[in-house]
């Protein structure tokens, strides 16, 4: 079945860095969109970053921009999020996420991100 495991996240310091991972297992890793997500606590989710099935375009939420950078490894079916000058309305509890055109979308179980001062 798809499983989507998120790791990597924890506490850090403001002006930290973090980087989250997805390993990504039972579909085709290749061929999906993937993003990241996050989810702080009493605020909706919200998209963070976007990348395409080979790379090749990236999109990010203007609040993370310059800051964080998507990328992903096809060979070894997983995702990232490189998190740089973390600031503490970054904390939250981020989600990796798989769409294709053609099958619904899959979410990962999350990982917590706590940015302290």
């Known amino acids: 079945q798809v499983q989507l495991v998120e790791s990597g996240g924890g506490l850090v310091q403001a002006g930290g860095s973090l980087r989250l991972s997805c390993a990504a297992s039972?579909?085709?890793?290749?061929?999906?969109?993937m993003s990241w997500y996050r989810q702080a606590p009493g605020k909706e989710r919200e998209l963070v970053a976007i990348i395409t099935s080979v790379g090749t375009y990236t999109n990010y939420a203007e609040s993370v921009k310059g800051r964080f950078s998507i990328s992903r490894d096809n060979a070894k079916n997983t995702l990232y999020l490189q998190m740089n000058s973390l600031k503490l309305d970054d904390t939250a509890v981020y989600y990796c996420y798989a769409k294709a055109p053609w099958s619904r979308a899959y979410w990962g179980q999350g990982t917590q991100v706590t940015v302290s001062s």
């Open positions: 039972g579909f085709t890793f290749s061929s999906y969109a």
